[in-house]
């Protein structure tokens, strides 16, 4: 009888017996072999480890928690996962979480010795995970540390006896940090989220180059306290203006519409929490004139406004002319409308910040009577913009190297250009008349 319930359950469980220790293996064999209670002490002992939903599908509440205590609720609507019932879910967060919930598997039995220390390090930092199918729990347990070998993660049901080692196949590695209680850590990265029909006008605003700003508005420029512009998806409605609220020409009208549907899709890196380092310096950072600010004025009388600071880089970088970058060449510190603190890619908003120089048409006021042919452009290729206009026709395109060598020259012995090293090329500038750019 004995011998003939323990070969059933090696052919049944192989791998699990592997597992075992012989010490929890002895104690299996002798529960088994007493009376009619064979079945039910094995189907007790997988009841301990049976982290896995098959049908993640089926799952439509996942609530996290920790001591601190910090917690998030994770909810399936028609409309998608939303959380704490208000924000729209991370869908790549989401997807990796049911994964997680639906593949865990047993890797480990813990030894004796070992378990009073992982249940000491669960009570503080482990997370407590309830999953709900409908309105029934059908899951509630404890996500520990990672094993010692960082290949697996401590799993406990809450209210059993032992801890568990688990992992998922194809994963090296731990799953603590998949299970994180800020909320904000779970939403959406869209900053804005508005479509065209929902915008009024936006405006950028760069403290450094006050030049470069521009405004995109969808109102009547004949009337600006009249009806908006219709549709809203039509590219002719929407133009740039200056700050008197006149028309500024454009070279390319669609580039325009293209930044305001942007603002449906535009998204910040990660966000910035407590447990960050940077945290501490929040209010000093957001206390720096920021490197640009973007205002988006609603159809509906709102003014959402995100801000960008420049941010130190991450250990030396050098520009590709052997400079060292005094700043985050790809990265800016953001608030966010709702006063969140963010990362955001500078790729990201490269269209924005450049808009005005992109589109804005290159024209030349002439204030006197001089033929156009003699007006010598002198054009900065490295900044994209005319450095000097000389008027003079006897003006050769060498005296012009020549006085921007001797400019640099004099700047340099007066530390004025003090990104300028002594083995640094005299930059190149292209000559074009008039006539060829208007």
């Known amino acids: 009888m004995q011998h003939c319930y323990l070969t059933s359950y090696v052919e049944e469980n192989m791998r699990i017996r592997n597992l075992v220790s012989s010490a929890l293996l002895t104690s299996v064999f002798l529960t088994a072999c007493t009376g009619g209670e064979q079945s039910s002490g094995l189907e007790a002992l997988k009841a301990q480890y049976d982290f896995a939903v098959p049908d993640t599908s089926s799952i439509t509440k996942v ?6 205590p910090s917690s998030v609720t994770l909810e399936r609507t028609p409309t998608g996962w939303v959380v704490d019932s208000v924000h729209p879910a991370r869908k790549d967060a989401i997807e990796v979480l049911l994964k997680t919930l639906g593949e865990v598997r047993l890797k480990n039995f813990v030894t004796e010795s070992a378990v009073p220390e992982i ?20 899951k509630h347990y404890i996500v520990g540390t990672e094993t010692p070998d960082m290949l697996g993660t401590y799993y406990k049901m809450v209210g059993a006896e032992l801890p568990f080692s688990v992992y998922i196949q194809g994963f090296n590695g731990y799953l603590s940090t998949r299970f994180f209680t800020e909320s904000t850590l779970w939403r959406d990265r869209t900053i804005f989220g508005l479509a065209p029909a ?62 305001v549907k ?19 310096k929040k209010d000093s950072i957001f206390a720096s004139t920021p490197a640009f600010e973007l205002f988006v004025h609603t159809v509906d009388g709102q003014q959402l406004r995100t801000r960008a600071y420049y941010k130190k880089p991450e250990g030396q970088q050098q520009a590709a002319d052997g400079t060292v970058h005094v700043w985050d060449p790809d990265r800016f510190y953001a608030e966010l409308p709702d006063g969140r603190m963010v990362l955001i890619q500078r790729y990201g908003w490269r269209n924005l910040l450049k808009l005005r120089k992109n589109l804005v048409k290159k024209t030349i006021e002439i204030s006197n009577q001089c033929d156009l042919d003699f007006i010598l452009l002198v054009y900065d290729k490295k900044f ?10 006897e003006l050769t395109m060498e005296q012009v190297d020549g006085m921007m060598k001797g400019r640099i020259v004099a700047n340099r012995s007066a530390g004025v250009a003090k990104n300028i090293k002594s083995k640094d090329k005299i930059p190149k500038y292209k000559k074009e008349y008039a006539r060829e750019i208007v």
């Open 63 to 68: 609530v996290i928690r920790d001591k601190k």
């Open 119 to 138: 249940e000491q390090r669960m009570e503080v930092y482990g997370k407590w995970v309830e999953v709900f199918v409908g309105e029934e729990r059908v």
């Open 198 to 259: 929902a915008i009024k006008n936006i405006e950028m605003v760069l403290p450094q180059d006050p030049n470069g700003g521009w405004v995109i508005t969808r109102q009547n420029l004949e009337q600006p306290d009249g009806p908006l512009l219709e549709p809203a998806s039509a590219p002719e409605h929407w133009s740039m203006v200056d700050e008197k609220f006149k028309a500024v020409p454009v070279n390319d009208p669609l580039a325009l519409f293209t930044v």
């Open 262 to 280: 942007s603002l449906q899709t535009l998204k910040y890196e990660g966000a910035i929490i407590p447990t960050d380092n940077v945290w501490a």
């Open 384 to 393: 994209n913009r005319f450095r000097e206009i000389y008027t003079n026709p």
